[in-house]
Structures are given as structure tokens and as C-alpha cells.
């Protein structure tokens, strides 16, 4: 029902009253509040069976203004039982117009749906509608995109009001029925169903206050690359022969072929060459690394430096997108920009100083060109990505990050009692795993022991992320027979590991899910029950950054500092000047949990830029 006047807003509201559970929903002129200040245009409210849809900003026929504001004092004032869908998005659009929700209390059914199926990742609501509830949905709605591209509307703002209630109003029925759909399927404990709403509260925040941008440092950088791109461009045409579209595909093959370089990857559809970079080191020939340097360089300049300024508002601040069900294992997810992949810095090997007793020629050799390539192409990142982003004046960045995190939580699920040992007594758990199963003290130089050190990180993380003696081996190129060694020694000195993986394949085979320690689920299927570790771990790793998250905001809220950006096991603050003694206590509150192993963090500091974080001495 459209309600474009006083009456029917009277009468809307009669029957509003009578209703125990609302959904709320909002539209929008677009989805961006800071750059493009997109604004709310209008609001749905109502559930299965009935539907109010309360025009504000449309091209036609509105509401005034001051009837939203009537409408939300109602909302507040009357204990609704409230539905979002995407109840971050909305919450902003409201917070925009001086409307606060997030105090009250509320159900985000694609929240929900994510817990229920951890494979919806963010996915529309008509497409869940479609899915579960009625395969017409998508129909419907696919007629109104095209109606929507045949006008050539790009906000919904530019739709009549009578244009666009029946869109808005079957939101909010779709809504209600999705939330009776999945409201008693939710595997996951209570603790996560809530942890995972009170958190849309804290993005709303974070996402507000932003991160910002050096302005001039940043077209600097697109100079610089522009020019290296350009000087990249004409040493390759120089080898080809001719110029063409590097980064055509049919182009790129032409010119190679001409070079006698074939490709050893060919495209399931067409059978013609293809060239991702994997093929392209394989082939290490002067005219592919140029190649590589190129795409790297271009890729740096769109998807990174032209995105900041894109992205920034007038202050120079960008407000990245949080999501946090963007992951099957509940980690975060970002975009706009994705600042979660920004680079940073590798060691790089000497192939000189490489010591190689006990460990095969081949095994030495693949080490060193992943170290070194990991380093060339991170190290060139870092310069013009991380030193982007600048504290606000008179704060300075932190960077607090957990020491081998997955490594601890791994020990800790299946109560290996040495590895919790050795960890609680300050041993580093990969150098550990080294003394144990690889000699590593009898090891005669930094760079040996490195190398066995890295060797039981990949042994380590192989195991954790359900790899056998087959995909080890292929992973650090050694036999399978030699790899079968390394797993049985393992299991040897590990004996509670290989307990806690045959536990967990049962519970997949029993249960059909995983939990992790709080109680967040991961459903498997049988033949994948391998992931079952790397669920539970990652799974719990990404619980505790959620609840820490949460009790630092608590404990920031009435101080200036901040937190920016979470990525991965660390988290990136903006500290007052006259705030620095809190970070002692936020690392007590990331450290305070009741396991039976120790969790630490690691400091880096500056008031310079993020890429210039370097270790802060603590002082206690």
C-alpha cells in the first residue's frame, strides 16, 4: 500500500500498531552516504501479510519529510519485534536522516541465512527468496531491472512513488517469509546469532569514522606508475616486434607465438592459450616477466590507487564496506576499497648463504623462489599502497596483531599438551615443530634453520588446512615417501592432533557440521570432512577477533581513539596522542580469554602512515 498522504499515513499507522513484528526497509538514491551523499528516498515497513511503502524523495508524488520522523518515533517507542535485511545498510541510511536504531533490538535475516548456509555469502534477497521460498521472486524481479534499464534509472530515487511501492513492499514480504523460514534452522550457538548482530553495530561505526588518505602522495604514485607502465610497454613491444593490447588475451598469444612461446595452459572453452602469471613464471623468459611487471602495475594503479581517490569524500576519508558473513569461516570480508588486501613486505633468501644438509636440492631451490617472489612483488606494494593511508592529525596508527595465532588455536582444540607447553613457555610453535620432527638445533646457520623453520610451518599449516602426504608433497616438492615421513613423525610427537582430526570427521559424518569453540558451524559434507580442522580453527580465530572487536569498542567508546580496519589476526587503530597508555589495556582485552594456551600480540607504531608501522616498545 503507497502512503502519500497524512490520512493514509494516519491510517497506516492504525494498522501498523496492531503488529507484533516489522520488518523494516529502506531505499536509497545509491549506496554511497560519503562521496555521492546518496540520501533515503523512501521506507517499507510492515510483514508477510501487509505492506506499507512511505515515499520521501521519489520523482512525484511524496510524503513530507517530517512524517519519517513521526513514523520512527512510533518504531522506538512501541517494542516491535524488528527484521532487516542487511540491517547494517539500513541502519546507515537511517543514521543519515538523525534516526537511531542501533540501540534497539533486532533480527538481520541475511545474518541468518549465512548462519544457516555458511555458502550464502551476502547474496540478494531476491535470490534467497527465489531459492527457498518461491522460484517466481527472481521473475518478478528481473521484470522490474528491466524496467528499471529500458527508463535508464540508476537511483531509485528517480522512480515515481507509484513506480516503485510494489518493489519496495515485496522487500519486506519476502523479508518476514525468509525469517519464518530459517528463524528455528540456525545451527550455530546463541552466543554467535548474537555476537554477529551486536557487531552490526560496531561496523556502522567504524565504517562511519573511516580511514584517511594522502591526497597528494597518491597522485604521485599513479604518476610514477604511469611512467614505468609506459617505459614497460615499449620494451615489450621492443621484444615482440609490434605493438599490441597487453592485456588481450588473443593479442598477448599472437605476440607470443611469434616468440615461439606456447602456453602449456589452454581455455576449457575455446582450447586456445591462456596466460595467468602462474604460466607466465613457468616460462621466464625476459619478455613474461615484463609482461608480469606490467599487469602488476596496472592492477596497482586501478584496483588500489585510482580506487582510493574514487572512494574518498571531501576530507579525503574512505569508508570501506565491512561484511561480516563475506566468508564461509566467519572472518571479515571488505570492499570498496578492499583494504584487507593491501600488501605487505616478505624476507627475501640469498641462494648464496643457503645451507642445504638434510634438505634436497629441489626443496632448497622452490623455497628460495617463493621467498624471493613473494618479496619482490609485496615489497613493491608496500611502497605505494600502505604509506596511502595517514593518521588524522594529532593520532597516530597501531597496529596490534596476534602472534601466530591459528598455530595457538590449533594446539589449544585438540589439547596437544606439548605444543600448549612450549607455546605457555615463549617457544615459537613452527621453530617447535622444527626441533622435533627436522634436527632444527643441529641446523649451522640462520639460513638452515630458517629453512627447517619453514618447512615445519608448511608441515604445520598443511595439516591444519587437511592436507595428506600426496598434497604436502606436492606443496614443498619433495617424494611422497619422504612426506609420509614427515606426517608419521609428526603424529608421533603430536599424538592428540591426529585424535582431534579422526574426532572431527566423525562429527561431520554424525552431525553433518563442525562447531567452533563458541559454537559457530561449519556443515560439510562427508568427502570433505579434511576441512573439518581448518573450519574449527579458522572458524575460532574469527570468533575471538569478533569479540574482542566488540569489547574494544566498548572500551574506546568514550575515547577519541579508534579502531580503523580488521585484517585478518591483526587489527589497525588510530590512537590520540594523549590516549597511547590504552593500548596496554587493549592488549590485555585481546589476550584475555580462558584457554588453556596463551595468546600474545605484537605492537608496530607510527605517526607517519600505515606503511611505515615499525615494532612500538611496550612499556608495562
Known amino acids: 500500500m503507497l502512503i502519500n498522504s497524512e490520512e493514509l499515513f494516519n491510517q497506516a499507522i492504525e494498522k501498523i500498531l496492531l503488529l507484533k513484528k516489522v520488518v523494516i526497509d529502506v531505499e536509497t538514491s545509491g549506496l554511497d552516504f560519503y562521496k555521492n551523499k546518496h540520501r533515503l528516498c523512501g521506507v517499507s515497513i510492515g510483514n508477510k501479510n501487509i505492506q506499507f511503502y512511505f515515499p520521501f524523495r521519489h520523482n512525484g508524488n511524496n510524503i513530507d519529510i517530517s512524517f519519517l520522523y513521526k513514523l520512527f518515533d512510533i518504531i522506538k517507542s512501541n517494542g516491535f519485534q524488528l527484521l532487516f535485511y542487511n540491517a547494517k545498510f539500513d541502519l546507515k541510511a537511517l543514521l543519515f536522516e538523525g534516526i537511531d536504531l542501533r540501540n534497539l533490538k533486532f533480527a538481520d535475516v541475511m545474518i541468518l541465512m549465512h548462519l544457516y548456509n555458511e555458502e550464502e555469502r551476502r547474496p540478494s534477497l531476491k535470490n534467497l527468496g527465489s531459492k527457498y521460498i518461491d522460484p517466481l521472486i527472481k521473475e518478478k524481479d528481473s521484470e522490474f531491472k528491466k524496467f528499471k534499464k529500458k527508463r535508464n534509472i540508476i537511483g531509485f530515487n528517480e522512480f515515481t512513488p507509484e513506480e516503485i511501492y510494489d518493489y519496495a513492499c515485496r522487500d519486506v514480504e519476502i523479508t518476514d517469509r525468509l525469517y519464518e523460514f530459517v528463524k528455528n534452522k540456525v545451527d550455530s550457538s546463541k552466543f554467535i546469532i548474537q555476537l554477529e548482530h551486536d557487531l552490526i553495530r560496531l561496523l556502522v561505526d567504524i565504517e562511519n569514522y573511516g580511514i584517511k588518505i594522502n591526497l597528494e602522495y597518491i597522485k604521485k604514485c599513479i604518476d610514477q606508475e604511469r611512467a614505468k607502465i609506459e617505459e614497460l610497454k615499449d620494451n615489450i613491444y621492443l621484444i615482440s616486434g609490434n605493438k599490441f593490447d597487453i592485456l588481450s588475451n588473443p593479442q598477448l598469444t599472437e605476440a607470443l607465438h611469434k616468440l615461439n612461446i606456447i602456453s602449456p595452459l589452454k581455455s576449457e572453452k575455446t582450447g586456445k592459450d591462456i596466460w595467468p602469471d602462474e604460466v607466465l613464471r613457468l616460462i621466464d623468459q625476459p619478455i613474461s616477466k615484463l609482461i608480469l611487471e606490467y599487469r602488476s602495475r596496472s592492477k596497482t594503479i586501478s584496483t588500489y590507487l585510482e580506487s582510493y581517490l574514487n572512494l574518498s569524500d571531501d576530507n579525503q576519508i574512505i569508508h570501506t564496506n565491512f561484511n561480516s558473513v563475506g566468508t564461509r569461516t566467519g572472518r571479515f570480508s571488505c570492499t570498496e576499497p578492499p583494504l584487507q588486501t593491501v600488501p605487505r613486505y616478505s624476507i627475501s633468501v640469498n641462494e648464496n648463504d643457503v645451507l642445504t644438509k638434510g634438505i634436497s636440492n629441489e626443496l632448497t631451490s622452490h623455497l628460495l623462489r617463493i621467498s624471493n617472489e613473494l618479496a619482490e612483488e609485496s615489497a613493491k606494494g608496500e611502497t605505494y599502497l600502505r604509506k596511502c593511508f ?24 585438540a589439547n596437544e599438551k606439548a605444543m600448549i607447553l612450549a607455546a605457555n613457555n615463549g617457544i615459537d610453535l613452527h621453530d617447535y615443530t622444527a626441533i622435533e620432527i627436522l634436527d632444527y638445533n643441529s641446523a649451522k646457520s640462520d639460513v638452515e634453520r630458517n629453512l627447517k623453520r619453514q618447512i615445519a610451518k608448511y608441515i604445520n599449516f ?57 559454537g559457530r558451524t561449519r556443515h560439510l559434507e562427508a568427502n570433505f570432512s579434511y576441512k573439518g580442522i581448518n573450519s574449527v580453527v579458522s572458524g575460532t580465530c574469527a570468533d575471538i577477533m569478533k569479540i574482542v572487536m566488540l569489547k574494544l569498542h566498548n572500551f574506546l567508546k568514550d575515547k577519541k581513539s579508534k579502531i580503523l580496519l580488521t585484517i585478518h589476526d591483526e587489527l589497525l587503530f588510530e590512537i590520540a596522542d594523549d590516549e597511547i597508555e590504552s593500548i596496554l589495556e587493549i592488549r590485555k582485552i585481546m589476550s584475555d580469554f580462558n584457554f588453556k594456551i596463551k595468546l600474545d600480540t605484537s605492537v608496530k607504531y607510527s605517526n607517519r602512515s600505515w606503511g611505515e608501522c615499525k615494532k612500538w616498545e611496550l612499556k608495562s
Open 462 to 518: 598443511g595439516i591444519l588446512y587437511g592436507m595428506g602426504a600426496k598434497s604436502l608433497s606436492k606443496m614443498i616438492k619433495i617424494s611422497i615417501n619422504d612426506a609420509y615421513q614427515f606426517l608419521n613423525s609428526y603424529h608421533k610427537e603430536f599424538p592428540e592432533i591426529k585424535k582431534y582430526q579422526r574426532k572431527l570427521q566423525n562429527q561431520v559424518e554424525s552431525n553433518g557440521f563442525v562447531s567452533t569453540l563458541f
Open 390 to 413: 595517514i593518521p588524522r592529525k594529532g593520532f597516530s596508527f597501531f597496529i596490534i596483531d596476534y602472534i601466530q595465532m591459528e598455530q595457538l588455536i590449533f594446539a589449544e582444540c
